[in-house]
């Protein structure tokens, strides 16, 4: 399962589900309205759910990146839940992306 976009057509393929991607920003954001406008969007700070190196993924991480500026991606974090607690955490205390951990089992 993936995105092998190089794939010769001999082989059957078959669309398993579709997906979307969404933005995120807490209810009453000071500057956002419930559907902001694309202007509205590209000036605020991006905390990006990095998927890198998954097929079309990172194709719409570039395009996001591209659109929104890297200077405006404050934090990439590797899942959701991280984004949603860095966000909180901003809101408590403002300040940078922490650098990343490296448990003992990754540097094995």
């Not at 966000?87 to 992306?97: F, H, L, T, Y």
Request: charged content about 20%; proline content about 7%; overall charge positive.
């Amino acid at each position: 399962m993936g995105s092998f976009p190089a794939l010769t057509k001999a082989v059957r393929r078959q669309f398993l589900w579709t997906e979307s991607y969404v933005g995120v920003a807490r209810r009453g954001h000071p500057r956002l309205s419930r559907r902001p406008s694309l202007a509205a969007f590209h000036a605020e700070q991006h905390v990006l759910v990095s998927a890198l190196g998954t097929g079309t993924h990172a194709l719409a991480e570039r395009a996001l990146e591209s659109a929104v500026g890297a200077g405006n991606i404050v934090c990439r974090v590797p899942m959701f839940i991280g984004a949603k607690l860095f966000a909180r955490d901003q809101a408590r205390s403002p300040g940078g992306c922490p650098p990343p951990t490296v448990s003992a089992s990754a540097r094995a």
